[in-house]
């Protein structure tokens, strides 16, 4: 599996992340797979996916947790790809979301995760989940990183 620090430090954008998420064949990113990912640049990312059985819950309905899966990888990516951040490492400190309507099977949704803050040991990301057809917002959240800056 690609290091997904090395993908970064390399170079950091669209095509670079959507390599990531193809060659994600093992460990927990292979849920994301089938993201497709629109744009990855300057501190956004935007994609969209189309709802299967495999991403639902008992109810048929887009699962919670593939949400917050979805919202912690994409701000991820949205601040890997900010200019003071550029590729350094980070890890969570703090993931919330609010969820407001599902989608089920055959409904396409839209993310996009945007970095507000890029600091020098935190960076702040929001993300919006929305039904493609209808615009309606599904889910928000917001993720807190720590950046490992290679002099601390």
């Known amino acids: 599996m690609l290091s997904l ?4 430090k390399r170079c950091m954008g669209t095509n670079e992340i959507r390599n990531f998420l193809k060659n994600s064949a093992v ?15 300057k501190g956004i990312c935007v994609a969209e996916l189309l709802i299967e ?10 699962h919670g947790g593939l949400m917050a899966t979805i919202v912690d990888s994409l701000t991820s ?3 890997f790809t ?9 890890v969570s400190v703090d993931l919330n979301m609010t969820y ?7 409904e396409v949704i839209q993310i996009k995760a945007e970095t507000i803050k890029a600091g020098y040991t935190l960076g702040f990301a929001e ?10 917002v599904l889910a928000k959240g917001t993720h807190t990183k720590y950046i490992f800056r290679a002099d601390r």
């Open 5 to 8: 620090y090395r993908v970064f």
């Open 27 to 41: 460990g927990f990113d292979k849920v994301l797979q089938k993201v497709n990912i629109i744009e990855a640049e």
């Open 53 to 62: 059985e495999e991403h639902t819950n008992p109810m048929r309905g887009l």
């Open 77 to 79: 990516y949205a601040l």
């Open 82 to 90: 900010h200019e003071k951040v550029q590729g350094i490492p980070s």
């Open 100 to 106: 407001t309507k599902s989608v089920g099977i055959g």
């Open 127 to 136: 993300c919006t989940i929305t039904n493609k057809t209808s615009g309606e």
